[in-house]
């Protein structure tokens, strides 16, 4: 199977310049935990739900103030449209991640592939390899004290 196949189409990225409250309304409005961040025609980055909570919020960051930029996880980890689904997973499980850009051959951003879509659509022979990297994080949080 294809990335093409699996992924979401149609994402679309924001600027580095907008603001952690402009971020968190475009997530809570499209429904998505990440965007891809953008400049000058080129990926430069992600910003997760994660990211504004723990580089954001936790760190005292004015959301009305403070710019994607600054809470952004730069560097990005991305795979061709024409991948192979499995590839694409290794990819993610190696980098930890949970969502990737996905590009058509020109280096245009066509969709994001997700752990949500693998779960979803990828062939049942991945299944186990998804699983893996759902529960790696929720061993994590199992292992965690809960705070009363």
């Known amino acids: 199977m294809l990335v093409r196949d699996a992924m979401?189409?149609?994402?679309?990225?924001?600027s580095p310049d907008i603001s952690l409250t402009e971020v968190a309304r475009k997530?809570?409005?499209?429904d998505i935990g990440c965007l891809p961040v953008g400049e000058n025609d080129r990926l430069i980055g992600m910003i997760t739900d994660r990211d504004l909570a723990c580089?954001?919020?936790a760190e005292g960051a004015d959301p009305n103030t403070t710019k994607a930029r600054k809470v952004m996880t730069e560097g990005i980890t991305w795979c061709f449209e024409d991948d192979d689904v499995r590839d694409?997973?290794?990819?993610?499980?190696?980098?930890q991640i949970h969502h990737v850009p996905v590009?058509?051959?020109?280096?245009?951003?066509?969709?994001?592939?997700?752990?949500?879509?693998?779960?979803?659509r990828a062939p049942t022979d991945l299944f186990a390899e998804v699983t893996r990297l759902v529960a790696r994080d929720a061993s994590r949080h199992a292992s965690a004290p809960l705070a009363h």
């Not at 694409?88 to 980098?95: G, I, L, N, Q, V």
């Not at 058509?104 to 779960?119: H, P, V, W």
């Open 88 to 95: 694409a997973t290794r990819r993610m499980a190696e980098k």
């Open 55 to 57: 580089r954001g919020c």
């Open 103 to 120: 590009m058509n051959k020109e280096k245009r951003m066509t969709g994001i592939l997700s752990l949500s879509d693998l779960a979803l």
């Open 27 to 30: 997530m809570r409005d499209a």
């Open 8 to 14: 979401t189409a149609h994402a679309e990225w924001i």
